[in-house]
């Protein structure tokens, strides 16, 4: 099983996170930024990844520090939990729609972080929810995981949907890019021998 626990416990948060890459999309999320949570769990549901967050934070200030080190934190989980990437597919992509609203997200496990994020929401806020926040979490996330994270949001008028295809086809692309291949068994997929 492919699996970690990490704890990150700063001046600004105290956060516990549990991942099993080889889940059934299992998830017990509380972060407390309601909005934050249901993006999560599309990653858990679509990705078949289980996923344990508990998060305190100075929601009192603003939810920026507890979602930029939930991305942190998850980060870091995913990169202990995927060992040293033998026989793993590396590469995922997806394309999900909801409504009107198409995302495109493209994951490489290569061991450098990038972000590449062109999401151009048509409001502000989803509710209570900064839509600048995703972005956080996305670069905490491919900075400690050292993956390398592609996301358009190819189209939209509704920021709720906008935001939700780009966490679902996250979901999906990591689940893509994290199978076994049975084909390159034990082999990291890198012509470098290493990742």
């Known amino acids: 099983m492919r699996t970690a626990e990490i704890t990150r416990n700063t001046n600004e948060t105290r956060i516990r996170v549990a991942v099993?890459?080889?889940?059934?999309?299992?998830?017990?999320l509380d972060t407390g930024v309601p909005f934050f949570d249901h993006m999560l769990?599309?990653?858990v549901r679509h990705g078949l990844i289980d996923l344990d967050i508990k998060a305190d934070g100075?929601?009192?200030i603003d939810d920026h520090h507890t979602v930029e080190d939930v991305g942190i934190t998850l980060g870091q989980a995913f990169a202990q939990a995927v060992g040293d990437k033998k026989g793993i597919r590396r590469y995922g992509h997806a394309y999900v729609p909801l409504d009107e609203a198409l995302s495109r997200v493209v994951v490489?496990?290569?061991?450098r972080p990038g972000l590449f994020y062109h999401v151009p929401y048509t409001r502000a806020r989803i509710?209570?929810?900064d839509v600048d926040l995703a972005r956080e979490f996305f670069q905490g996330l491919v900075n400690h995981a050292g993956i390398t994270l592609h996301i358009d949001n190819l189209r939209g008028e509704n920021a709720h949907h906008q935001c939700e295809t780009v966490f679902k086809a996250c979901g999906r692309a990591l689940r893509m890019a994290l199978e076994a291949d049975e084909r390159s068994a034990g082999v990291i997929p890198?012509?470098?021998?290493?990742?």
């Open 20 to 28: 099993n890459l080889d889940g059934t999309g299992k998830g017990n």
């Open 41 to 43: 769990d599309q990653i």
């Open 58 to 60: 100075d929601l009192h």
């Open 108 to 111: 490489d496990f290569s061991g």
């Open 127 to 129: 509710g209570n929810f």
């Open 190 to 195: 890198s012509t470098k021998g290493v990742l």
